[in-house]
T-cell receptor, first 113, second 113 residues
Framework: GENVEQHPSTLSVQEGDSAVIKCTYS??????FPWYKQELGKRPQLIID?????GEKKDQRIAVTLNKTAKHFSLHITETQPEDSAVYFC????????????FGAGTRLTVKP | ETGVTQTPRHLVMGMTNKKSLKCEQH?????MYWYKQSAKKPLELMFV???????ENNSVPSRFSPECPNSSHLFLHLHTLQPEDSALYLC????????????FGQGTRLTVV
């Protein structure tokens, strides 16, 4: 089955700086890569996703890049704000197959004002 | 509100009890998931159902028994659990094709005493 590795496990940045979280996956059949944000005591919520036919996707201050050959994808947050502080999870899934969706171990991001 | 509802929100049970967790979605999704979230293994995939058929059982102990009577409802039956099973149990659902985003329920905080 799929195995997703995520780094770093914790990340602390100053407000206004950029944050980058990296993930690798093992199953070359994976074709959908979402990123979730989970605030304390709340459910994970999708912030951005990318499919395997696209190399990069951007939505305001967040962007995701995908390198299918190397089987890794990254989340980039620019101009970080204190409200970006949360745990971020990457995931890999094979859509239209068994829908097995595996998550990375999470990154606790702290943005210091 | 994401359209995925879990009950109960909190559950305390003894090791000899039998209880069930319920998940309901009316988003028309065809895949439903159970995840276990603990400090040791965040977002650990337990079971996947596609069109009511179980397609993934991630080596989960038999004291956890899933049931999917229809594509809108998912249960997790609990029997003779151990204290280490205490965790947040999250249900999610998704749809093949088009938007592949998985939506999570609020989770059930389970404590085994």
């Amino acid at each position: 089955g799929e195995n997703v590795e995520q780094h770093p496990s914790t990340l602390s940045v100053q407000e206004g700086d950029s944050a980058v979280i990296k993930c690798t996956y093992s199953d070359s059949a994976s074709n959908y890569f979402p990123w979730y944000k989970q605030e304390l005591g709340k459910r994970p919520q999708l912030i951005i996703d990318i499919r395997s036919n696209v190399g990069e996707k951007k939505d305001q201050r967040i962007a995701v890049t995908l390198n299918k050959t190397a089987k890794h994808f990254s989340l980039h947050i620019t101009e970080t704000q204190p409200e970006d502080s949360a745990v971020y999870f990457c995931a890999a899934r094979t859509v239209n197959n068994n829908n097995d969706m595996r998550f990375g171990a999470g990154t606790r991001l702290t943005v210091k004002p | 509100e994401t359209g995925v509802t879990q009950t109960p929100r909190h559950l305390v049970m003894g090791m000899t009890n039998k209880k069930s967790l319920k998940c309901e979605q009316h988003l028309g999704h065809n895949a439903m998931y159970w995840y276990k979230q603990s400090a040791k293994k965040p977002l650990e995939l337990m079971f996947v159902y596609n069109f009511k058929e179980q397609t993934e059982n991630n080596s989960v102990p038999s004291r956890f028994s899933p049931e999917c009577p229809n594509s809108s409802h998912l249960f997790l039956h609990l029997h003779t659990l151990q204290p280490e099973d205490s965790a947040l149990y999250l249900c999610a659902s998704s749809q093949d094709g088009g938007r592949a985003e998985a939506f999570f329920g609020q989770g059930t905080r389970l404590t085994v005493v």
